[in-house]
């Protein structure tokens, strides 16, 4: 990966960063983890796929763990679907070379973003 590609992607990963508060589509998918895992304060979107029924998704939370599950485009209610939670060197271990290094350039996003804002900044405000 070129210096340009990894700040591409770098700036793509802050870009994918789950703000309930910027975009409501984002207060959804951090509702549906919701259901299933507690705790961190940075969400970042590694992949997002469409399918014909529902999305699915994997998300970086903090530094800590990738999350994989199925939302519905039918049903509005935030109810996840085929839950998956990874360490991170479980999921790292699952994917390809490639990915890996993003997922490397991911976690350097991640740090920088838990050390810049502190906890609870993607936290929906009530």
Known sequence: MTLDETEAL????????????ARPSDGRILDALRTF???????????ATP???????????????VLGFELS???ESPTPQNVEVFSVAEYEALVSSD???EIKIAL???RSLLAGEGAG??????
């Not at 770098?10 to 508060?21: A, D, F, I, K, T």
């Open 10 to 21: 770098r700036e793509e990963l802050r870009g994918s960063r789950l703000q309930p508060n």
């Open 37 to 47: 895992y507690e705790g961190g304060s940075v969400f970042l979107v590694l992949t």
């Open 51 to 65: 399918e014909q029924f529902e999305d699915v998704y994997r998300i970086l939370v903090d530094d800590l763990a």
């Open 73 to 75: 485009r039918r049903d």
């Open 99 to 101: 990915h890996r290094e």
């Open 108 to 110: 350097e996003v991640a």
């Open 121 to 126: 900044s993607a936290e929906r405000a009530s």
